[in-house]
Structure formats: structure tokens, C-alpha cells
């Protein structure tokens, strides 16, 4: 009885972290937008029916550039009730054909970190020029390469609210950046990602810990690198797999972040 018990609370769990609300009408459109000569589209979506200003949350894609998982999760964040920019880190019609080009894209911007902040900084100008964006209150989420991606903006001092990184890379070729983070940090990692070294993290809790950060890591157990990736395959081994229990609970993790975040003050 008590097993049942459980099982129904968790299921009613995960209907309460992916519910929306049943007046959500999403538009979404495509927003062409420039880092110096630099063309770049990313992908807007909101909730039309929604009134007035509300939250605007940037979205970083993984290494295979602006792709349907990044405009699905600005989806899913309109549907919530935010205003969600994909932003194009890579450059309108730059769009990776496989692991090769993608390795290649991402390892220029990692190499070059001054690159990828006016990157995502970018972005995050293109979503606060949307008009339905309340501006004091934004944050930006990032999925792998997109992970690594919003905690450099975080480094760059960028005044939005909070970054979460989904299994993103925690290596800082600059830890003492980390003085100039402003946001608040939540960090959702698979504790069995080989992709993260362990030194790697360790400078990463250090770096935070010593600048003062408002910081959170949760580790989720058996989850690999690209847990919230439906397309990356069921086999953990590979090193890169789906896992749909922390894909769920880092949505959920995510949600309670953002209600901390943008919580109307008394």
C-alpha cells in the first residue's frame, strides 16, 4: 500500500512540473538579430494570451547549434509563462550536419570564451528588446554546450536573475571571473557524467564558493552527460544517454528556481 502510495505522489509530481496552463496560445516567430557583423536567428516564443510584462528566460542549445530541443524547451517555457528566446550562438544557417562539425563549432567557442560571452550577451540584448519582457527579472537556461555557455554569461557579470545549466561543462579556463557573477547558479549534472571531470568540478564549487555565488549543484544518481536528450539513445555505457527520471526531476528543479527567482516581493 505504501509502494502505491509513493508511485502516486511521484506521478502527481511530474503532472504538477509539467502542467500548463490551459489558457496558453504560443506564438512563436523567428528574430534575426546581430554580435557586431555577425547575422544570428534564434527562436521566440511567448504566450499570447498571457497580459503584460513577465519573465524572459534565454535558451542556449547544445553543440549541434539552434535545434528542435532548444525551440521545444522555449515552447515549454512560454507554455509556463515566460517569454523564451533560443538564442543562436553559431550564426544564422550554421547549423552542424554531425559530430565532426558540431566538435568543431563548439571547440571554437570554448577556446574562446571572450567569443562566446558577447555571444550569448547577444542574445540575452535580443530577448530583452522583446516588448513582453519584464527586464529586472530574466534568467537563461543551457543544455550541454548551452550549459557551459550560460554559466559564461553568469561570468561576464550579466545582471539576469539566475543561469541553470543542464549537464553542462564546469571547466573555467578564468575562475577568478567568478567574482563577477551577479545571478544565482543552479547546476543539474548526472552524477555518472565522464564527460565532467571530477577536478573540474571541484574548481567549479571553489571558484563559486570563494566569489560568494548563491550556488546549487544537484547530482542526479546514474545519469550520464545528455540526460534531458531524447535523442541520445536509452544506453548509458555510450556515456551520453537519455534518462527520463532526471530529465523530469531537473525540469521540476528548474521550475522551483524560477518561482524563488521571480517571486513577487510583499
Known sequence: MRTWIVSLLAVALVAMATATPAHAKVRTKLVEYKDGDATLEGYLAWDDAAKGKRPGVLV???????????????????????VAFAADIYGKGVRPKDRDEAAKQAGTYKADRALLRRRVNAGLTALLAQPKVDAARTAAIGYCFGGTTVLELARSGAAVSG????????????????????????????????????????????????????????????????????????????????????????????????????????
Not at 68 to 79: G, T, W
Open 163 to 266: 543561469v541553470v545549466s543542464f549537464h553542462g561543462g564546469l571547466d573555467s579556463p578564468t575562475p577568478a571571473d567568478g567574482k563577477n557573477i551577479r545571478a544565482k547558479v543552479l547546476v543539474l549534472h548526472g552524477a555518472a557524467d565522464g564527460f565532467v571531470a571530477p577536478a573540474d568540478k571541484a574548481a567549479f564549487e571553489q571558484e563559486l564558493t570563494t566569489a560568494k555565488v548563491d550556488w546549487q549543484l544537484v547530482e542526479y544518481g546514474g545519469a550520464v552527460h545528455c540526460f534531458t536528450d531524447r535523442g541520445a539513445g536509452g544506453d548509458p555505457s555510450k556515456g551520453c544517454a537519455y534518462d527520463a527520471a532526471a530529465d523530469a526531476r531537473s525540469w521540476a528543479a528548474m521550475r522551483a528556481f524560477f518561482a524563488e527567482l521571480f517571486a513577487k516581493k510583499p
Open 60 to 82: 542556449v542549445h547544445a553543440w549541434m547549434g539552434l535545434d528542435a530541443n532548444a525551440r521545444a524547451r522555449a515552447e515549454m517555457l512560454a507554455k509556463l509563462g515566460y
